[in-house]
């Protein structure tokens, strides 16, 4: 099981970026996908979180983000993807992407806020959002 996350680089505030996280050794399905992102001193944080299964409550994004950053995934080739537009500074950390691989009912926020049930991880890709 693999999970390769890459898209991440030197942008300029306002500017935007695509991150992918390529999966291989198991298929998404149904199951809870995530991005986490940790800044230089800070602790993990969530980002996104989209649990497919509900149709309520599905997509959790963090306040900082919201209305600029997009989650998805598409489960024929087996990626999931964070669009971020309109980047601040603030934004820049090593952002992770992260798969819970079970179907249940639970909210994206409820996941968001548990990292630790994440049962794949990648390597981490560097967002640095700088003029």
């Known amino acids: 099981v693999q999970l390769q996350a890459s898209g991440g680089g030197l942008v300029q505030p306002g500017g935007s970026l695509r991150l992918s996280c390529a999966v291989s050794g198991f298929t998404l399905d149904d199951y809870t996908i995530g991005w986490f992102r940790q800044a230089p001193g800070k602790e993990r944080e969530g980002v996104s979180c989209f649990n497919s299964a509900v149709a309520v409550g599905s997509t959790y994004y963090e306040d900082s983000v919201k209305d600029r950053f997009t989650i998805s995934k598409d489960n024929a080739k087996n990626m999931l993807y964070l669009q971020m537009n309109s980047l601040k500074p603030e934004d820049t950390a090593i952002y992770y992407c992260?798969?819970?691989?079970?179907?249940?009912?639970?909210?994206?926020?409820?996941?968001?806020?548990?990292?630790?049930?994440?049962?794949?991880w990648g390597k981490g890709t560097l967002v640095t959002v700088s003029s």
């Open positions: 992260a798969v819970y691989a079970r179907r249940t009912q639970d909210s994206g926020f409820f996941y968001c806020l548990r990292p630790y049930m994440f049962d794949y």
